[in-house]
């Protein structure tokens, strides 16, 4: 079987109540980046955070980052593009990343798209309350065609977001128009917990969306539960070719002593090796997914 891929997804919007080892600071992601690197990850998913923990998606502090990042190892860089917190003007949600493209040394190596729009509440089942009942992630397909294409131009690899079995559907018709380059890279974003929108994070809802991962095409996909464990569901993804995206911005671990996320990913790595997975290089990442080779 290939090579295992791990994208450690450090922080997104966590705060650290649940985990105090949440990285926010340009010095403190990068510290994370290079523990994770060590200990299996490949690709580096970060959120930029004001020092208050906060979301403050800048141009500055994103370079600063990556250049952080970089002086420490090799680990491939994927942004975000700001999730809901970036969402007032849906077409300049990219602006950023083409911003940090121009410069070799701050260019992202890849970048989400969410193929289609989500209510992001929570839901308390112990009390029946929702929480955040406005909350929309919205994704408009202008928006979509709008990102694959300017990350196209900039030689950003685009990673298909995919909370449902539509997202896979509309991101596989965006390989279809000839949007998205092959491979196309898939993270299958399960939910739990309080996360309602997604499918659950079992085999289950995990083959749910492989199974309309389009067929005939090169693909590659990676699992990812918001608000659940992934070290539970890594034996059935590494026995099944996948590809896992572990970090306590997602999940806080709280069952496994809420580990900084280098242990989160060194665990996974010795569940995918004793699957019989070897763990891939960010060198290894690049060719399987033909990245623009560094500057
Ligand atoms: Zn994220």
Redesign the pocket.
């Known amino acids: 079987m290939q090579k295992m891929i791990i994208e450690a997804?450090v922080n997104?919007y966590a705060m650290r109540d649940e985990n105090p080892h949440v990285p926010w600071s340009p010095s403190e992601i990068a510290d994370a980046a290079a523990r994770c690197r060590d200990a299996g990850a490949s690709i580096l998913?970060?959120?930029s955070r004001a020092a208050d923990g906060s979301p403050l998606q800048t141009f500055e502090l994103n370079a600063e980052i990556i250049r952080r990042v970089r002086a420490k190892c090799d680990i491939l860089i994927l942004p975000?593009l700001g999730?809901f917190s970036n969402d007032e003007d849906p077409a300049s949600r990219i602006d950023c990343m083409l911003q940090l493209a121009k410069d070799p040394q701050t260019k992202p190596d890849l970048a989400?798209i969410d193929t289609g729009s989500v209510n992001l509440e929570t839901f308390d089942a112990a009390t029946g309350a929702f929480a955040h009942a406005d909350r929309v992630y919205e994704n408009r397909t202008d928006s979509l065609v709008h990102y694959a294409k300017s990350l196209r131009q900039a030689g950003v690899k685009p990673k298909l977001v995919c909370w449902s079995i539509g997202f896979v559907r509309r991101a596989a018709a965006m390989m279809e128009a000839g949007l998205i380059d092959e491979p196309g890279y898939f993270l299958l974003n399960m939910t739990d917990g309080p996360y309602i929108t997604g499918h659950p994070g079992t085999p289950k809802g995990l083959q749910a969306l492989v199974d309309f991962l389009p067929a005939g095409r090169d693909c590659v996909w990676t699992a990812n539960i918001v608000g659940g464990s992934l070290v539970d569901l890594a034996p059935y993804v590494a026995g099944n070719g996948g590809n896992i995206a572990p970090g306590i911005?997602d999940y806080a671990y709280g069952e496994i002593g809420a580990p900084p996320n280098h242990e989160v990913v060194r665990r996974i790595a010795d569940i995918a090796r004793a699957h019989g997975r070897d763990i891939a290089t960010p060198d290894d990442v690049r060719r399987r997914l033909k990245l623009t080779p560094p500057a």
């Open positions: 997804r997104e998913h970060y959120h975000t999730f989400p911005g």
